[in-house]
């Protein structure tokens, strides 16, 4: 009968021990998982780790290959499709512009994964590797907006985070000539017609400059406004986030304004597509995530490409 007692006593011993092993695998496979692996169990095909998404870009050649600029990480988005990363490096793109002819690098700045600024740089294999282009000045900047004329991808101008000044170069990034700032800049956009017709979002409202940057204009429409995001499409016509407003576009050059779209998002980037007829829009929800929205210009879809919701 002690004999019977005691094996019970072991079997029960061992099943508890099982058991318990079995309960420390499933918290500590949990608990220790990465946010990549929390990505990937998470319902929401949509869901992305990112943090804050700074630009967009659709490529010249295949436009169905929209870019995706984040505080961390650097994506693509295929025909619509749920983001994926692409860097090989983790870098800090504050600032992002395509390119709007094939054959042209994207361009981009921020911060490296050792820290400090980046200055300008480019990659052209689609954001998978980047390479140093050019300071612009000493330290380097950190352009929080920028822009690349569409009729001359070798004139690009940016606005350095700590209130440097506009630096604008014609060269591809080999020289640089310091523009004055009409107001703390916020976005920038160049005429994809003329690149001596730059566009400038502020906290302030919208300016136009005609001679390429050396002197601004401030519109009579959305002043003392903070504008958010600004961009031409490939026809001119322009789109601006402007607060309170939403998505406001334009084909006079900003002399007049038409109401575009009011979304439930704040919109801080825009990427506008016109050969598609849709229009890319970046930012952040009132409960504060951060996502990407595919828009047609009829407005007859909104289809959501990314989200953090899931995540946070």
Known sequence: MNSKI??????????IIVLTSLVLVFFSSHMLATPRDQENETKNPQSVFWR??????????DRSILYIATHGDFYQSVNGEPPIKVD??????????????????????????????????????GGKTWQHVSNVIE?????????????????????????????????????WETLKQPEHITALAISPLDSNVIMAGTNKGIFRSDDG???????????????????????????????????????TFGDKWDEFANLEIKITSISPDSQNKVIYVAGYSSEG????????????????????????
């Open 6 to 15: 005691k094996k019970i006593k072991i079997l029960a011993i061992i099943v």
């Open 52 to 61: 804050h998404v700074h630009g967009l870009g659709v490529d010249p050649e």
């Open 88 to 125: 090989e490096k983790r870098a800090d793109y504050m600032a992002f512009s395509a390119p709007y002819k094939p054959g042209y690098p994207l361009y981009a700045s921020g911060h490296p994964e050792t820290g400090g600024n980046s200055g300008l740089i480019q990659s052209t294999d």
């Open 139 to 175: 330290p380097p900047v950190d352009f929080h907006a920028m822009a690349v004329s569409k009729s001359d991808p070798k004139t690009i101008i940016g606005f350095d985070s700590a209130a440097r000044g506009i630096f604008k170069t014609i060269d591809g990034g080999k020289t």
């Open 213 to 251: 940057g050396n002197t601004w204009l401030q519109m009579e429409s959305y002043k003392k406004l903070n504008v958010l995001a600004i961009s031409f499409d490939d026809d001119a016509r322009l789109f601006a986030s402007v607060d309170t407003f939403g998505i406001v576009s334009s084909s």
């Open 289 to 312: 995530y951060q996502e990407v929205y595919k828009i047609s210009y009829d407005l007859n879809s909104v289809d959501l490409i990314g989200t953090n919701e899931d995540l946070n």
